[in-house]
């Protein structure tokens, strides 16, 4: 084992100090959330928001629970249909980008790029005169159809970029056994493309589930479509009053799926993104 000097010593010291500051920046948060949400409806106070309750009291989680249920239940529905919408979407296309070429392609791809960069508002206004020729402004699809429509391009990007480290070879033996594209991708490429569907839907999933600006302006702001952020956005900003207790659980609650998926998927996520997905 090799012996640090006084400064690989000092190094290491403080590479483990400022990820220890890191961990508790980002931990904080949850910390307050979590034990805040079991002091009951009306034992919160700003003085003693980081204190950890004396008794556990689940008062403020049934009455939040009621009014959360519907909406995150809407919610799961459409960020599952625009995940795998926007998922199937962008393998095709970062196929056709990466092993189909054809003329062009090259300025089609820059294109599809420009999608990332384009903010929400510049297109609020056009997207909602399109969701109401189509006659989908009154329902949750105009969800559907907003993350799908935003989440092509990154999409297209991560699989392109997959697809383009796999061996030509592969193509080339399956042209050789007279197999149409369409077949190669169903038999070789599409096995090998799980670690990229990891990613993409992941990432299209967390992206859907915390979006706010679509949901409450798409949506006008109506009760009857309301999701997970709007319902939050109701909660905490519809009395005078203010019940820290109600506040926190609710937070809590609609950051769940989100927490669950990155604890039990993260190991996915990342090796999703070290086998190659977002290089180049």
Same mark, same amino acid.
């Given at each position: 084992?090799?012996?640090?000097?006084? %400064?690989?010593?000092?190094w290491l010291?403080?590479r483990?100090?400022?990820?220890?500051?890191?961990? %508790?920046i980002?931990?904080?948060? &949850? #910390? @307050?959330? $979590?034990? !805040?949400? %079991?002091?009951?409806i009306?034992?919160v106070?700003?003085?003693a928001a980081?204190?950890?309750p004396?008794?556990?009291d689940?008062?403020?989680?049934?009455?939040?629970?009621?009014?959360?249920?519907?909406?995150?239940?809407?919610?799961?529905?459409?960020?599952?249909?625009?995940?795998i919408?926007?998922a =199937? &979407?962008?393998?095709?296309?970062?196929?056709?980008? /990466?092993?189909?070429?054809?003329?062009?392609?090259?300025? +089609?791809?820059?294109?599809?790029?420009?999608?990332?960069?384009i903010?929400y508002q510049?297109?609020m206004?056009?997207?909602?005169?399109? /969701?109401?020729?189509?006659?989908? *402004?009154?329902s949750i699809?105009?969800l %559907?159809?907003?993350? $799908? @429509?935003?989440?092509?391009?990154?999409?297209?990007?991560?699989?392109?970029?997959?697809y383009?480290a &796999?061996?030509?070879?592969? +193509?080339? /033996?399956?042209? =050789?056994?007279?197999?149409?594209?369409?077949? @190669?991708?169903?038999?070789?490429?599409?096995?090998?493309?799980?670690p990229?569907?990891? =990613?993409?839907?992941?990432?299209?999933?967390?992206?859907?589930?915390?979006?706010?600006?679509?949901a +409450?302006?798409?949506?006008?702001?109506?009760p009857?479509?309301?999701?997970?952020?709007?319902?939050? !956005?109701?909660?905490?900003?519809?009395?005078?009053?203010?019940?820290?207790?109600? *506040?926190?659980t /609710?937070?809590? @609650?609609?950051?769940?799926?989100?927490?669950? $998926? #990155?604890?039990?998927?993260g190991? #996915?996520?990342?090796?999703?993104?070290?086998?190659?997905s977002?290089?180049?």
């Amino acid at each position: 084992k090799k012996k640090l000097d006084g %400064v690989g010593q000092f190094w290491l010291v403080f590479r483990y100090f400022a990820l220890t500051i890191l961990f %508790v920046i980002a931990a904080l948060p &949850i #910390y @307050i959330m $979590v034990i !805040n949400s %079991v002091k009951g409806i009306t034992g919160v106070t700003q003085s003693a928001a980081f204190i950890p309750p004396t008794k556990l009291d689940f008062s403020a989680w049934g009455p939040t629970w009621d009014q959360l249920k519907v909406p995150m239940g809407r919610t799961l529905f459409f960020v599952l249909q625009s995940s795998i919408i926007s998922a =199937v &979407i962008g393998a095709i296309n970062g196929f056709v980008f /990466a092993k189909w070429r054809f003329r062009g392609s090259t300025a +089609i791809f820059t294109t599809f790029l420009f999608g990332m960069f384009i903010p929400y508002q510049a297109i609020m206004i056009p997207l909602v005169r399109v /969701a109401t020729e189509v006659g989908i *402004n009154k329902s949750i699809y105009v969800l %559907v159809f907003a993350h $799908v @429509i935003y989440g092509i391009p990154i999409c297209t990007l991560i699989f392109r970029n997959y697809y383009e480290a &796999i061996p030509n070879e592969l +193509i080339e /033996a399956g042209r =050789v056994d007279k197999a149409s594209m369409v077949r @190669i991708y169903r038999s070789i490429i599409l096995p090998l493309s799980i670690p990229a569907f990891v =990613v993409v839907l992941i990432w299209q999933f967390t992206s859907a589930w915390n979006d706010f600006l679509f949901a +409450i302006f798409l949506t006008g702001g109506s009760p009857k479509l309301s999701v997970a952020t709007t319902a939050l !956005n109701f909660i905490t900003g519809s009395s005078n009053q203010v019940y820290y207790g109600v *506040n926190m659980t /609710a937070s809590l @609650i609609v950051s769940l799926p989100t927490l669950i $998926v #990155y604890i039990f998927l993260g190991r #996915y996520f990342l090796r999703g993104l070290l086998s190659g997905s977002l290089k180049g």
